[in-house]
């Protein structure tokens, strides 16, 4: 059973930068270079919100438009690691961010929560304004 771990959440003010990594661990039946991911984000009262994707490869990446130009989504594969860089930060960005992945064929080009199977825990991220 495939298991991501999310870090790097935390507390930061408007204009901030954090980044967010996700590991990867347990890839049983294909190699984690194989497997599409993406970060998604969610507030009390309010359902999952697909924030960024990419690509097995890395080779293409999929962003909401609210982080266009923000946030910055990159995957190592040499060390099972996804990454989610965001620079200028709003409170509305404030969330529980997760990390999702799935070998399927959409996984990676959608921010669509029922193409993941595979979940973190999730990290917080609170920004004050």
């Known amino acids: 059973q495939v298991q991501l771990t999310e870090s790097g959440g935390g507390s930061v003010q408007a204009g901030g930068s954090l980044k967010l990594s996700c590991v990867g661990s347990?890839?049983?039946?294909?190699?984690?270079?194989?497997?599409?991911m993406a970060w998604f984000r969610q507030t009390p009262g309010k359902e999952r919100a697909g924030v960024a994707s990419?690509?097995?490869?890395?080779?293409?990446?999929n962003y909401a438009d609210s982080v266009k130009g923000r946030f910055t989504i990159s995957k190592d594969n040499a060390r099972n690691t996804l990454y989610l860089q965001m620079n200028s930060l709003k409170p509305e960005d404030t969330a529980v961010y997760y990390c999702?992945?799935?070998?399927?064929?959409?996984?990676?080009?959608?921010?669509?929560?029922?193409?993941?199977?595979?979940w973190g825990q999730g990290t917080q991220v609170t920004v004050s304004s």
């Open positions: 990419i690509s097995p490869s890395g080779s293409t990446t």
């Open positions: 347990r890839y049983n039946r294909a190699n984690y270079g194989n497997y599409g």
């Open positions: 999702a992945s799935d070998p399927s064929a959409m996984a990676g080009r959608s921010l669509i929560e029922y193409e993941y199977n595979y």
